[in-house]
């Protein structure tokens, strides 16, 4: 269906950008398999029931920086 990919990205930066708080970084690789791994890992663990919570990051690297995949959620925030 035409335009249902830039749709679908809108939608999740809109939600992304609703979090104002502070991100942690839950996973970190420069392994494009692992990266895949631990996707598949926490979806059949139930680990994350709300998933467009999430921030997945692909940094792009260069011949000095490798390619980085960043898993990304909330930061709880304490009371107060």
Request: with cysteine.
């Amino acid at each position: 269906m035409p335009g249902q990919r830039k749709r679908r990205e809108r939608e999740r930066r809109q939600r992304a950008a609703a979090w104002e708080g502070p991100w942690e970084t839950v996973f970190e690789t420069q392994d494009p398999e692992e990266w895949r791994a631990y996707l598949r890992r926490i979806r059949t663990e139930g680990r994350y029931p709300d998933e467009s919570r999430l921030r997945y990051d692909v940094l792009c690297g260069r011949l000095a920086h490798p390619t980085t995949y960043r898993l990304s959620a909330p930061a709880p925030v304490p009371p107060g």
